[in-house]
């Protein structure tokens, strides 16, 4: 388990306390807590989904640890939108503590209420809007309208003696979202006419130059691709984009087809987003599976999951052919989605696949399909210009992405030293406006895997990469300890290294005579004839096969 | 080890048959066995890269088993340019019959030649330029300039009495390329004039739109980045790309930089070119390792290898301050290369690293340090309407690059059923310019791995990844198989799974009982006592974990 250190206590009043757990150095597991006069606040508590070098894991948990044993003292967690890597790691942080207030709009809580109830807990909520201000203790809270790749995403200032924060959450600045709701400049300009000490700007797009262009320009697109379709059109994108679904549900209603959800998250959150008003839906056009399959190809899209790749998400299973609508020539398959990095075997593995079966497949590659949710450099520009914030911690991104938007901060005049490059762990303390660097935490990552949560180490990936690059020798032999003598085995197994077992004739007698000479020499200890074992076959291995599979030998006294 | 069928034999007199090994349905090992009376003759012999789903794998080779019987009957391997993922497998085929005849331009005759050395094989060769031609048996060749991202790379026309066909090697139709060498278009054209049968265009960039932009457009770049950097300059790129080097020497000489190569296969390269010719060193400008460390920081550019992340090379241990080099505030990286999918992960880790240590990065992504090699769709439509073949099969590539090639020759009015996307292992026939698919081989996976060839199998491949999923519990037991009663163990070992092997103590006493109430119920041998275990554990595992480890029980009589 983790031994990372609480967050130190004592700290002096009036000074506000930062401490990032998660987001920085990585996309996901945004979690930011405060800290002032004795009280928390925490923004955001999400998960980050695990690389090829961290094999088996389901998801990554911000660190719990500095605050784990003051969670009486946490008076909120503030959840800026819904997404996963924002509010993933609730049921993780509300197991510790169950009455911890959640703070959100109404879409972000119903997402979270979703989520929550699966893990088999009722959660305590406020729900607030742009413009609610918010009173919790020592921390004056207020919602600001921001537009993301999900509706109802929100902004946070968080004013108090020490200063005001201006948390954006995840943002960009479209001017013509689909529901008319857009990122509150004029807030912002008022909250850096008041002041802002330290602004903390959203960077995953802060090295794509210029600016995001609207969400607008996919419909038109996706309506021409629909209308030229001569069969079915199956759209795969994001389970949570409720306007890039909108626009499937308007592009489709326009052609006289109609449209089938496919995948039980898409299923569920845009049942949520319609119950809400978040979705409208057209009179009629949606239909069950079960309709669907009768209606003929060129009156149905099939809108679905798995535009990543991911190989149990519908669109992989149709891929495969392993899903009851069978692709075929002359179906159009519309990746209405960006391509997370990491993904592009997996995505390219549908893509091929797909292309195969005869269908024509359409994605950001060969056409506009998507837009992304994030605001790029020029965005930022505007933003830095508008809020002139006193002191600046990039957010939400990797180092190169923190850099590039210190960079933007820097070339609007704001100098270096005003500038926060830092790390999960990072303890950044703020009185009257002015912020310093105070500590350092040495957090880990909290890896989730089957039920289990955190008993995954490091060491264990390490093991994985081992066993996955080559494989393992088990060596079982019990030996009368006097002698050396081998009395039951040498049995070895194998996995990962070579199918026909016959390889290991060649190594048995040298490991009973390794054993034998070992006793000769003076050896009696268990642990010691293991080494000798792990010696004897890992030279032979090597010298054999030029491997390094894992050797795990077993020795005991019979 | 593989049992993939030979190729039929009793082909008919004047039928030309054609076979890809490789090449298709993926981007690597290229490999096209042509046969006509009796006679056969190779294009190319490239390794593919492992992706992640084939962990440990160092290189895959093509399936050499429909020409394993019939070597002797090969006249040459003609090699179209000195890539890996065409040349690459020559040494495992030069290992089965060390005199087949390679033909091929000087510099990809040198590439080839070094490889060789290296696995101690001294080859026979036929070096041949553009406009040559040569007749073995009864294949007639003829070798056409063609540019690429390496120099000296040629097409090839195979003139018998079946037909002509035109396979174009990996080729870009740059119009102002450094060494002036242009893809000869004439003598495609005079080609087309007589009449090609069959066209094999390379389709890598058969989805990209347009035109792929000219060498030329990055030397004013390099320099730009070059006149600005205020410390040391380091530039990585593929160890093959002569005209990038020659454009990063051609920089630095313009700025006063000396230039110093770093990583053993940039330095073997740029020898083979310099010496050659195809690399023209500007006199003084490079500089050995030693020297470059006492030059000023603004006086010297590193000409590196590691452009896609590759852990071991230069870039990435200067990203973690594993190498001499130590990167600082002020030095200037540049990437001048693509970033082949499956590595971004990989390519990121080092942009953060360095960006972490404080360097600038320069990359495709936001400047123009990078153009590809291979001609994009415009440059396609030009082949085919200046060749206008009767049939066509696009090679190089996944399955959605060829079916984009097949969708740009339907475009120039080839009809549909003239254009062939197939697969690894199709046999093709062709007679008097008609050409008909006769067959499927199966063929497999060679995979390289350590000194072994082709020992690995898919079987390993899958226990490989459940490893690096799930880990293993090994499970020793010697028992007496009258009774069921265990003489020694139950000892369990595991990795990958959980540090702490305390978790075990739970279910040793359900082995025990298992074991014994199986014995009670009849069961005597030791393959159903293992399975006794594999279940026990396994529902335990299930259970109490909700994981799927490799479970790997050993039961021995005592």
């Known amino acids: 388990m983790n ?134 203790g020592p921390f004056g809270l207020e919602f600001i309208a921001v537009n993301h790749s999900i509706p109802d995403a929100l902004a946070v ?13 995840d943002f960009k600045m479209d001017q013509l979202p689909l529901d008319d709701r857009i990122t509150d400049l004029r807030a912002f300009a008022r909250l850096g006419e008041e002041g802002v000490s330290l602004f903390m700007p959203d960077s995953t797009n802060a090295d794509v130059p210029g600016f995001t262009p609207t969400e607008r320009t996919i419909g038109p697109v996706l309506e021409n691709v629909i209308a030229k379709a001569p069969r079915r059109v199956i759209v795969a994108s994001f389970s949570s984009h409720v306007h890039r679904v909108q626009q499937v549900l308007d592009a489709a209603q326009a052609n006289g087809r109609k449209v089938c959800f496919m995948g039980r998250s898409m299923v569920r959150n845009m049942t949520i987003a319609a119950d809400l008003g978040y979705l409208k839906v057209p009179e009629g056009v949606l239909v069950e599976v079960k309709k669907a399959m009768t209606l003929p190809d060129d009156k149905v899209v099939f809108m679905s999951t798995g535009s990543q790749g991911e190989p149990m998400a519908v669109l992989a299973r149709m891929a495969n052919l392993d899903h009851q609508i069978e692709i075929g020539r002359g179906d159009t398959v519309i990746l209405a989605s960006s391509l997370i990095p990491g993904n592009e075997n997996a995505v390219y593995r549908v893509i091929n696949g797909l292309a195969k079966l005869g269908a024509t497949v359409i994605h950001k590659g060969n056409a506009q399909v998507h837009v992304s949710g994030h605001a790029a450099s020029g965005e930022l520009l505007y933003c830095y210009n508008i809020v002139k914030p006193k002191n600046v911690l990039p957010i939400h991104g990797e180092y190169r992405h923190l850099t590039s938007n210190q960079a933007l901060a820097i070339e609007t005049g704001i100098s270096e030293e005003h500038t926060f490059v830092v790390e999960n762990g990072t303890v950044l303390d703020m009185k009257l406006g002015e912020v310093r660097i105070s500590g350092q935490l040495e957090l880990g990552h909290v890896y989730v895997d089957g039920s289990t949560v955190g008993e995954i180490t490091e060491a264990d990936l390490k093991d994985r990469r081992i066993l996955a690059e080559e494989g393992f020798i088990s060596i079982f032999v019990a030996i009368d300890p006097q002698t050396g003598k081998t009395i039951v085995g040498p049995e070895i197994q194998a996995r990962g290294f070579a199918e026909d077992e016959s390889v290991f004739e060649d190594v048995i007698p040298q490991i009973v005579r390794a054993l034998h000479d070992a006793a000769e020499n003076g050896t009696r200890d268990t642990q010691a004839f293991s080494q000798v074992v792990r010696r004897t076959v890992g030279r032979w291995v090597n010298t054999q096969h030029r491997r390094r599979p894992m050797i795990v030998p077993v020795v005991i006294e019979a």
Chains 1, 2 share one sequence.
Do not use: W
């Open 157 to 169: 200032a968080i004013r108090s003696e020490a200063g005001i924060v201006l948390h954006t959450g």
């Open 3 to 136: 031994s990372a250190p609480a967050l130190p206590g004592q700290l002096e009043p009036g000074t506000l306390r930062l401490v990032p757990l998660g987001g920085l150095g990585e996309v996901g597991r945004n979690m930011t807590v405060f800290e002032l006069n004795g009280k928390l606040l925490i923004v955001d508590c999400g998960v980050l989904f695990p690389e090829e070098h961290q094999p088996g894991v389901d998801l990554i948990l911000p660190d719990f640890s500095p605050i784990r044993e003051r969670l009486d003292q946490v008076l909120a967690v503030v959840l800026t939108h819904g997404h996963e890597d924002h509010i993933g790691a609730v049921p993780y942080l509300l197991r510790l503590r169950d009455d911890i207030p959640l703070i959100g709009s109404g879409l972000t809580l119903a997402l979270v209420e979703a989520k929550l109830k699966e893990h088999g807990i009722s959660p305590m909520t406020l729900e607030v809007s742009e413009g609610r201000r918010e009173q919790l």
